[in-house]
C-alpha cells in the first residue's frame, strides 16, 4: 500500500457563507466528509467581535476531532486574524511562523506530522497579499525557510494569483506545482472564475499528486476548498 497524505486548503471567510449566515458546522461538515489527514484555513478570527469572540481554530478542531493550530496575522477588534491548520495526527507540533509583508500583514505558519505510516511531512499554510510585489517578496522568504528543511513539505493557501503571474511561476521554481499549469477555479464559490488557490510540494520529485480536485461546496464560504491526495515517494 503507498505512502499518502490527502492535504485540504480552504479560505473559510471567517466562517461566513455565501447566505450572510456565519457557521463554522458546515466547514467541519466538509472536513469530515473528505476526510483528510491535514486541513489548512485562510481568514479565520479568534475572539474577533465580528464573529461573536469565538476561537475559530479552537472550534473547528472540537468539531472535527483534529488538532488546531492558529498562525496570528493582524490583531482585530480585541482578538486576533489569520490562519488555522487542523491535524488527524495527535502528535502534530508547530515548527514555523513567518511574518509576511503586506498592505494588510500576512504569515506563513507551518506545523510537523505524519502519515499512516508514520513518515514525517512539514504542512504549511499561508495566505498572500493582493499586491503582486508583496506576493512576489513573499515567495522569495517561504523559498528561503523551505530550503533548510529535511522532510518533505506541502504549502497550501490562498495565494492571490493566477498561474500566468510572476508570484506562481516564483514558486514553482523551487516547488513543484500540484495543479500544473492549470489550475481549477475555486473563486467566487457560486460561480468560480479565479484559480487563486493552490497547492505546492518540496522537494521537487519527492511527492507525486494521485489527485486534485476542487470541492463542490458553494454556500459555506465564499471560496471553494481544494483537495490533494499526495504519495510520498
Not at 90 to 108: D, F, S, T, W, Y
Not at 120 to 139: G, I, Q, W, Y
Not at 176 to 195: E, Q
Request: hydrophobic fraction near 40%; include cysteine; proline fraction near 7%.
Amino acid at each position: 500500500m503507498k505512502d499518502t497524505i490527502t492535504v485540504i486548503s480552504y479560505n473559510i471567510h471567517h466562517g461566513e457563507g455565501m447566505d450572510g449566515k456565519l457557521d463554522l458546522q458546515r466547514i467541519a461538515d466538509v472536513v469530515k466528509r473528505e476526510n483528510p489527514d491535514v486541513v489548512a484555513f485562510q481568514e479565520v478570527d479568534v475572539n474577533v467581535k465580528r464573529s461573536g469572540k469565538i476561537d475559530e481554530a479552537m472550534i473547528l478542531g472540537e468539531l472535527t476531532g483534529y488538532k488546531p493550530f492558529f498562525g496570528k496575522s493582524i490583531p482585530l477588534t480585541g482578538g486576533a486574524y489569520g490562519n488555522a491548520i487542523i491535524a488527524k495526527d495527535p502528535e502534530a507540533v508547530l515548527v514555523k511562523h513567518i511574518p509576511l509583508p503586506g498592505k494588510e500583514p500576512r504569515c506563513m505558519f507551518a506545523i510537523q506530522a505524519k502519515s499512516a505510516k508514520g513518515t514525517p511531512f512539514v504542512f504549511a499554510c499561508t495566505h498572500l497579499d493582493l499586491d503582486a510585489e508583496n506576493r512576489l517578496k513573499s515567495t522569495a522568504i517561504i523559498a528561503e525557510w523551505v530550503k533548510g528543511l529535511t522532510v518533505p513539505a506541502v504549502l497550501v493557501g490562498d495565494m492571490n494569483c493566477q498561474p500566468n503571474s510572476a508570484p506562481y511561476k516564483a514558486f514553482a521554481e523551487t516547488w513543484d506545482a500540484a495543479w500544473g499549469d492549470k489550475p481549477l477555479a475555486t473563486f467566487p464559490a457560486g460561480k468560480p472564475r479565479s484559480s487563486i488557490d493552490h497547492c505546492f510540494t518540496y522537494p521537487k520529485q519527492a511527492l507525486q499528486v494521485a489527485e486534485i480536485k476542487v470541492v463542490e461546496e458553494l454556500v459555506a464560504s465564499d471560496h471553494r476548498p481544494i483537495k490533494v491526495t499526495l504519495i510520498l515517494k
